[in-house]
């Protein structure tokens, strides 16, 4: 454990200290409250929740990032959001939704995503039909990894005595988890599959939710995406997103936790090379056994252009840079929140849409078009006779810096106007029918969510072996870990969720407040 001194034991009131309030953070701070830990959650904004939050504006509640969720299932391991609010006596009343995702893709090429498997499988067979097999290889391959997730405890990885115990609950899936974890999905889908669209469908598949082709996606990552969908499904927090993250909040604050608001951390304090607390923009320092870093791992340790990362650059690890050589920041997004009159939105469309146009497009900039209506399952969102849309589109933070502010404006006005256009070759009387427009841009993503470039998450800078280079949560300081979407396993809100559950087990263990048993 972190030896502190005499003086600083003093003052140490807190168990576990956890920077940002992110799901990763938020599961992580809940995990170790519900195991009898102090924690302490230093949020630099105003709400909980970072980009899995929520914010209202004249009547509607709009979403900060993505409204398709995962993790809200009822059975198995993988449902790790219904299992984290449980953990701490919340639960989350869900609306499920009959479709993922609707793709409007080049060629004319337009399936949905059924929650129904078979349903699924078969309008994409009835497209690709000389690809039968090829579907059915891929799509069961994917059920494969997920079932060997789906039939062990999510902990963490790093801890011996966890994997001993798993390995003797599920040996056959702890061995098939090892062979996948290398693999990407691309390896897969190449393996089954010729057609080049079917391919390029595939990319599409991964990239809507890794911002990745299949290539470079990890193809444990694309068992859980592709198969818990149908497995669990896309269940809708009725309330909107940010209710996760309020109700995770209210569960460590009735365990004894607690979370400051606008408390900007400056920089992790070191002592000895132990991490034993932190420093608050205001110079006030708080002390604690253990410090979570929810920020990016840039933002943690520096590089991308980061001056002042929260550990100081001389004592950053050697493996961190080494890290910085293998993942880069993916683009960060321009976002489009309305408020539309009703009529609006046909009633029978589905909730969520992705449009493209070109396949050559597809990692281009601005060249994907998401887009989630909330209100089709909630309509409690929203004022009465009124829908949201919620669209959002990849954009490098290269694009916005440097500009002057009227030149921003114009540019947010201008590119605010083309995703509206884009939309409306799905609802044509659109512009017409907007009662309230919010933009943003990747800069008011790198503001708001203190995340480096505005990124949603680390991508890989060159092909890697799946999820094997991807660093677990304990660093190499001393008292110090690292969680969300820079660690094992990626990026999405059940992704960080895992990561928030390992990273309170290593600590769990670091602190002796582990039970001996595996979760039920």
């Given amino acids: 454990m972190t030896q502190l001194s005499n003086e600083k034991k003093d003052s140490c009131n807190w168990d ?8 990763g953070g938020l599961v992580t701070a809940s995990q170790l409250a519900s195991k009898g830990a102090k924690v302490l959650v ?3 904004y105003k709400i909980p929740g970072g980009s899995g939050g929520s914010f209202k504006r004249k009547g509607f509640t709009f979403d900060v990032g993505a409204s398709m969720i995962f993790g809200f299932g009822d059975k198995g391991y ?9 953990d701490v006596g919340q639960e989350c009343e869900t609306i499920p939704d009959p479709t993922q995702l609707a793709y409007h893709l080049p060629n004319q090429l337009e399936i949905s995503v059924d929650r129904d498997y078979q349903k699924f499988i078969t309008k994409l067979i009835n497209l690709f039909p000389h690809e039968e097999k090829g579907i059915k290889h891929f799509y069961e391959t994917c059920w494969d990894v997920f079932n060997c997730l789906n039939s062990m405890p999510l902990l963490s990885i790093e801890d011996p005595a966890y994997l001993m115990k798993v390995f003797f609950k599920s040996p056959l899936s702890c061995l098939g988890l090892a062979r996948w974890l290398p693999v990407n999905a691309g390896d897969v889908a190449m393996r089954h599959i010729k057609d080049p669209d ?7 598949e991964c990239f809507c939710w890794s911002v990745m082709p299949a290539n470079l996606t990890p193809m444990i990552n694309a068992g859980m995406v592709f198969s818990d969908r149908h497995f669990g499904g896309i269940n809708y927090p009725k309330g909107g997103v940010g209710i996760i993250a309020e109700k995770l909040v209210k569960g460590i604050e009735n365990l004894g936790g607690q979370i400051r608001y606008k408390s900007r951390v400056k920089k992790i304090i070191l002592e000895k090379g132990n991490a034993i607390g932190v420093s608050l923009e205001n110079d006030e320092e708080i002390f604690s056994k253990t410090v979570i870093s929810n920020a990016t791992r840039w933002d943690t340790f520096g590089g991308q252009g980061i001056k002042s990362p ?15 050589t293998r993942y880069i920041p ?4 321009l976002s489009l929140h309305l408020g539309v009159n009703i009529d609006a939105i046909p009633a029978n469309t589905h909730c969520h849409h992705l449009l493209l146009d070109k396949w050559e497009e597809m990692e281009k900039e601005q060249g994907v078009t998401f887009v989630s209506i909330p209100t089709l399952l909630d309509p409690t969102l929203a004022p009465t006779g009124s829908h949201i849309v919620h669209a959002f589109t990849p954009s490098s933070i290269d694009n916005w810096d440097g500009l002057s502010n009227k030149e921003y404006l114009a540019k947010k006005k201008e590119d605010g106007e083309k995703l509206i256009s884009k939309l409306e ?15 943003g841009s990747p800069r008011t993503h790198k503001r708001f969510l203190a995340r480096n470039k505005g990124s949603y998450g680390p991508i890989p800078s060159m092909r890697l072996p799946g999820l094997l280079p991807m660093p677990f949560n304990t660093t190499k300081i001393n008292g110090l870990y690292c969680v969300g979407d820079s660690c094992f396993p990626g990026q999405g809100l059940n992704a960080v969720a895992f990561s928030g559950y390992a990273c309170a087990h290593k600590i769990g263990t670091k602190l002796g407040m582990n039970k001996w048993e595996l979760p039920e």
């Fill in 16 to 23: 576990s200290i956890v920077i940002g309030s992110g799901l």
């Fill in 42 to 44: 230093l949020e630099q």
């Fill in 78 to 86: 993988t449902n790790l959001l219904t299992r984290a609010l449980k």
């Fill in 198 to 204: 079917l391919l390029r469908f595939i990319d599409i």
């Fill in 310 to 324: 929260l550990v100081a650059t001389e004592n950053k690890p050697i493996s961190e840079k080494k890290w910085e």
């Fill in 330 to 333: 993916s683009p960060s997004f």
């Fill in 425 to 439: 070759r799905l609802f044509p009387n659109l512009s017409k029918n907007i009662l309230h427009k919010e933009i």
